[in-house]
């Protein structure tokens, strides 16, 4: 499997695609990184203590707030990074 894209999550801040992932994850045996859905810092939780992926990549969640979804470029603090990251499997 060279590289795997669901786009019908992408940008809807819904939560990853889990079934995807774990389909990916049990297809190969390279780390992989995973975007495309992430509607919470806890999404990224549930990809590396479930998952055990390298890496998440989100747009949207940094972007847009709100009901509106109103454009207010943000980023997760020091410690909400910490909390995130406390959990990845080595």
């Keep these: ?18 079934q995807l992932v774990r389909d990916v994850r049990a297809a190969v045996s390279v780390p992989i990184t995973v975007l495309g859905g992430a509607g919470s ?5 549930t990809l ?16 847009f707030k709100g009901p509106y979804r109103a454009v207010l470029i943000n980023y997760p603090s ?3 990074r910490g909390k995130i990251l ?3 499997v080595p």
Excluded: N, P, T, Y
């Design 48 to 63: 590396f203590q479930e998952f055990g992926v390298i890496g998440g990549a989100a747009g949207s969640l940094f972007v």
């Design 41 to 45: 810092l806890g999404d990224f939780s």
């Design 78 to 80: 020091e410690e909400e």
């Design 1 to 18: 499997m060279r590289g795997k894209h669901e786009l019908d999550c992408d940008g809807e801040m819904k939560g990853f695609d889990l």
């Design 86 to 88: 406390s959990v990845r």
